[in-house]
T-cell receptor
């Protein structure tokens, strides 16, 4: 298995633009998570899905953030409009219940 | 915030020495996990210890869990320069949600 695949690896965008981050979880994993990592706040859980259904989105910072999981093999995290304070590394992770998480390599987002 | 605390924030040791990192968490957990993150990379799952376990080993790693003190420790024996990385504990909270909350991390530097 190629692991959790995230794209793009790097994204530089101007303030106000829409940004879409993508994630392909490991086949057979039933849960998917989106995290954000910054120096100031560490690793923050934004949202997670069980069997493609959003379970807890309490970590989503604002209405500008949205996430979808249309099927078991794909998820997106969208920021619209983006702001400089959204600059961070965004990680996607997947797991089977009761096991450790497998993380993707992350998307480094820079909003200028 | 439910985020756990790790201690120390940074640790520098010589190759061959043992490294001990501590973690505290805030509420009852299903399990506690340790992850490693090399600079600029995603997180890698190292070991998982369930709430009814007190100690677990995996290769050069030894993890303990004290639920009465809400704390855990990670011991890396006979450290190598390649162990240089950030190490995070993560608590899996149960109940209505099932989310993994990460600590603040320990930056370990192993000097050759």
């Amino acid at each position: 298995d190629a692991g959790v695949i995230q794209s793009p690896r790097h994204e530089v965008t101007e303030m106000g633009q829409e940004v879409t981050l993508r994630c392909k979880p490991i086949s057979g994993h039933n849960s998917l998570f989106w995290y954000r990592q910054t120096m100031m706040r560490g690793l923050e859980l934004l949202i997670y899905f069980n069997n493609n259904v959003p379970i807890d989105d309490s970590g989503m910072p604002e209405d500008r953030f949205s996430a979808k999981m249309p099927n078991a093999s794909f998820s997106t995290l969208k920021i619209q409009p983006s702001e400089p304070r959204d600059s961070a590394v965004y990680f996607c992770a997947s797991t089977e219940t009761g096991y450790g998480y497998t993380f993707g390599s992350g998307t480094r987002l820079t909003v200028v | 915030s439910q985020q756990g605390e790790e201690d120390p924030q940074a640790l520098s040791i010589q190759e061959g020495e043992n490294a001990t990192m501590n973690c505290s968490y805030k509420t009852s957990i299903n399990n506690l996990q340790w992850y490693r993150q090399n600079s600029g990379r995603g997180l890698v799952h190292l070991i998982l210890i369930r709430s009814n376990e007190r100690e677990k080993h995996s290769g050069r790693l030894r993890v303990t869990l004290d639920t009465s003190k809400k704390s855990s420790s990670l011991l890396i024996t006979a450290s190598r320069a390649a162990d240089t990385a950030s190490y995070f504990c993560a608590s899996l909270y149960g109940g209505a949600t099932n989310k993994l909350i990460f600590g603040t991390g320990t930056l370990l530097a192993v000097q050759p």
